[in-house]
């Protein structure tokens, strides 16, 4: 399967492009980026095509793209690569609006495309492991959720709002809210969240909690704030202490690693476990091949962004808002 990436903008393109490179039968075909040094470099890591105007990239024989350009350029690209009817797998947050994100998904219905969202965390060993827990019903009924997905500040387009939609609110809520929504098959019912700019010199909300009730009288709560500092170990984190009738379970989805404590270094981790952009990888070019429907659909990134723009219309408010 020849497969392109438009834009390196995002973190994830580089593990994508890892990920399609030690997979048998995958091959890179090319890239495309506006920023051209940074996508001429990426082509030659790679040892593939750059090209300086995605419609000609999307105008060759590659049967799937890989869209990890600025949240809000989401629209522009998936809907261009609907209509050159390529198969799309698309960084989380799907886009930065409700109406963006609702064009993403009709452009590719109508157009019969394959459409899937970037949430990895789906693919780590212990999410794996509590989503099997959670359907046998070893906890029982799940009554609560304390969530955290914490990292580190960015940077760069991340902090400009026009680009990205929002800062960390914006950035971490979806994986988590995607996570709790495919864990129970509930919706978010309202949303209590309160946001800064604590840390950073950048007038962004790198601060952030969040409280969501659901529809299965499920209540979770959420720090998704960027504060990491920069001597952290690694760059964040995504746990779960989930709370049921039967039974509590802790997970965290990056401790597949060693503490190496060292004079010279400090503290680092070395990781062993499962590379879950690799999983993500897989599964989206197993199902393009296969026929089978995404594993995490338009309409998944479309509720977990729901949820983050609820977080920001409350904390303008002051109070709880209806989930749209």
Avoid at 79 to 99: D, F, G, H, M, W
Avoid at 127 to 135: G, H, P
Avoid at 177 to 186: H, I, Q
Avoid at 278 to 302: H, M, N, W, Y
Wanted: contains cysteine; negative net charge; glycine residues 8%.
């Amino acid at each position: 399967m020849k497969i392109g990436i438009i834009s390196f903008a995002h973190g994830h393109a580089y593990s994508y492009a890892n990920a399609i490179q030690n997979q048998e039968g995958l091959e890179l075909a090319g890239v495309f980026d506006e920023d051209v040094t940074r996508g001429k470099a990426a082509a030659e890591k790679y040892q593939t095509t750059f090209f300086d105007n995605y419609q000609d990239l999307l105008g060759t024989a590659i049967e799937a793209v890989i869209i990890t350009s600025e949240n809000v350029k989401h629209r522009e690209h998936v809907t261009a690569a609907a209509e050159a009817k390529k198969s799309i797998l698309c960084e989380k947050p799907i886009a930065t609006t409700i109406e963006d994100a609702e064009k993403i998904i009709s452009s590719c219905r109508d157009n019969d495309v394959f459409l899937q969202i970037a949430f990895p965390v789906r693919y780590s060993t212990p999410v794996k492991r509590a989503k099997e827990l959670i359907d046998n019903e070893e906890l029982g009924r799940i009554l609560a959720v304390k969530g955290t997905n914490r990292g580190t500040n960015p940077g760069g387009w991340f902090i400009d709002k026009d680009l990205s939609g929002g800062g960390a609110v914006m950035d971490h809520t979806v994986h988590v809210v995607d996570l709790l929504r495919w864990f129970m098959d509930a919706e978010v019912t309202d949303v209590y969240a309160e946001y800064d700019n604590l840390i950073s010199e950048q007038t962004i909300d790198d601060c952030g909690i969040l409280t969501m009730n659901f529809e299965n009288d499920v209540f979770a709560t959420l720090d998704c704030s960027w504060s990491r500092n920069d001597a952290y170990p690694t760059w964040g984190d995504v746990t779960l202490e989930i709370i049921g009738t039967e039974g509590t379970l802790t997970v965290n989805a990056f401790d597949q690693k060693v503490d190496v404590y060292s004079d010279k270094d400090g503290v680092s981790w070395e990781f062993w476990g499962d590379d879950m952009d690799e999983g993500l990888i897989v599964d989206f070019t197993e199902a393009v091949k296969s026929g089978r429907q995404p594993a995490i659909t338009g309409e998944d990134g479309l509720r977990a962004l729901e949820v983050a723009l609820s977080a920001y219309r409350s904390g303008e408010k002051k109070q709880s808002v209806t989930n749209r």
